[in-house]
């Protein structure tokens, strides 16, 4: 059974940090397409990072670029969510996903197959 838990979360005021971290159960990450995605109240889902695990490729969303950093650990079979420079709008549920290789967008939420529970991130200004 294929488990992907979330953990990291929690508020944090405009400026500071979280890392946010995706360990896997029952499902290896090498080779793969790891992405976070988040959805703020009221808004639709969005994908913030991603990471080809095959070979550390990664993409941001324009409004994350150079604050957030996603990164991989083979050996704990987990993904990392570095975030930085926090800003009220960085509020959300924040989830990691993953999916076989990384064709196409890789930030088409649909496309992933595996989901955790997610982790709420709150910024307060």
């Known amino acids: 059974q294929v488990q992907l838990v979330e953990s990291g979360g929690g508020s944090v005021q405009a400026g500071g940090s979280l890392r946010l971290s995706c360990a896997a159960s029952g499902y290896t990450y090498s080779g793969n397409c790891v992405g976070w995605f988040r959805q703020g109240p009221g808004k639709g889902r969005e994908g913030v990072a991603a990471?080809?695990?095959?070979?550390?490729?990664?993409d941001y969303a324009d409004s994350v670029r150079g604050r957030f950093t996603i990164s991989q650990d083979n050996a704990k079979n987990t993904v990392y969510l570095q975030m930085n420079s926090l800003k009220p709008e960085d509020t959300a549920m924040y989830y990691c996903?993953?999916?076989?290789?990384?064709?196409?967008?890789?930030?088409?939420?649909?496309?992933?197959?595996?989901w955790g529970q997610g982790t709420q991130v709150t910024v307060s200004s």
């Open positions: 996903a993953a999916k076989p290789g990384c064709a196409g967008s890789w930030f088409r939420f649909w496309e992933y197959n595996y």
């Open positions: 990471i080809y695990t095959g070979g550390g490729r990664t």
